[in-house]
């Protein structure tokens, strides 16, 4: 059986008890529908060779490698990860454009009784969608950019604005990247594709007529690009800004990079990307400050520096005017939830008529 997508918020009610993507391991790497998991028909070897030999040899022969190496495959599939399901279970596989790979493997899921679907038009079909979404069409969102500088617990401010009940959108959460020269996170970004993908889902479940929250971003966070549908309708959005005292900003900073200050030396290499930028001089004090264990002020060192002349420069090339200010004496969670209410109304303010 068939199935169709015709929009990205189909896939939070998927009929199907489990998705597979029947793709190589490197493919599903690169991007898959939310929640797949990757049971490939052939291997990132294996697909290379068919390929070869469907090209430059006989096409023939390499449906019928293909079909063994596929039949194999799924026989260890069904042996493994797939010998508990019971009569009731309902698949969905997909493959790049729902063809042979996964038709092969959904035929034998068929026969064996389970009632599967296919993908109309396999992965390409949902990546359609994606690109539709975030690249041709606007958006239809009501968004406001919440700024702020440095070390304004921006990223805190959305979990507790979601949790209050606003829509948000969290770009350094989707981009697993703090979006500056020292924001890396462990695990790496994501692929750009697997990025958007999750990007346009989230999108999909928001209400329209409802204003999302969105931290004031460049259009890049860390190397993953903000798609141009969403970027156009951040460079138009109201803007509430959060401001904050320095020595604040500074603890806020040395505790949510925690995860560097305690690797001193990744730290160290890391602040020489910004030798280009700052000079030899700042870089050496900086690393000083790391060899000190002076995280604070180190902290406070590269707010005031490097971090807060840079989105100086940012709102000014992007005219970002701050209709609202919210000011945050301090920075812990007793403080931030204190502010919320001022915040929520600062965002309401902004997008009334």
């Given at each position: 059986?068939?199935l ?15 998705v597979i993507?029947?793709?190589s ?6 991007d898959?529908?939310p ?26 022969k ?17 042996e ?7 009569g ?28 599967t ?10 990546r359609?969608?994606v ?24 990223t805190r ?6 949790g ?23 695990g ?31 259009h890049k966070?860390?190397?993953r690009?903000?798609?141009?549908s ?7 959005a ?18 949510a ?29 900086w ?22 002349p840079?989105?100086?420069r ?9 209709a609202e ?11 931030l939830?204190?502010a ?14």
């Open positions: 059986m068939k169709t997508l015709t929009d990205i918020s189909e896939l939070s009610h998927l009929a199907a008890d489990t993507d029947a793709r391991p490197a493919e599903f790497a690169e898959h529908l929640g797949a998991i990757n049971l490939p028909s052939l291997s990132d070897d294996e697909r290379a060779q068919v390929g070869t030999i469907y090209v430059q040899d006989d096409r023939f390499a449906r019928r490698i293909g079909a063994s190496l596929v039949a194999r495959n799924v026989a260890a599939h069904l493994g990860p797939l010998a508990n399901y019971d009731s279970w309902q698949p969905l596989v997909y493959c790049w454009r729902g063809g042979q790979r996964s038709g092969a493997f959904a035929s034998i899921l068929e026969q064996i009784g389970w009632r679907h296919l993908l109309d038009g396999g992965y390409r079909a949902y359609r969608l690109v539709t979404m975030l690249y041709e069409q606007p958006l239809a969102l009501r968004p406001v950019l919440l700024d702020g500088n440095t070390g304004t617990a921006k401010l959305l979990e507790l604005l979601a209050a009940g606003a829509q948000v959108i969290d770009l350094e959460g989707l981009a697993n990247h703090r979006g500056s020269a020292l924001g890396a996170r462990e790496g970004q994501p692929p750009q594709k697997l990025f958007e993908g999750r990007l346009a889902q989230c999108i999909a479940a928001l209400d329209p007529l409802r204003p999302v929250v969105i931290e004031a971003e460049s966070v860390g190397t690009i903000v798609p141009p969403l970027w156009m309708a951040m460079k138009d109201p803007v509430v800004r959060v401001t904050a005292p320095l020595p604040a900003r500074a603890q806020y900073l040395a505790k990079y925690a995860d560097m200050t305690d690797q001193p030396d990744v730290l160290i290499q890391s602040l020489d990307l910004l030798r280009p930028l700052r000079g030899h001089e700042a870089v050496d004090h690393q000083a400050m790391v060899e000190a264990g002076e995280f604070p002020e180190l902290a406070a060192s590269l707010m005031q520096h490097h971090y807060d840079g989105y100086e940012a709102r000014e090339r992007h005219d970002r005017a701050a200010t919210v000011h945050l004496p301090a920075l812990d969670d007793a403080a939830d204190k919320l209410p001022a915040l929520m109304e600062a965002i309401e303010r902004v997008t009334r008529p």
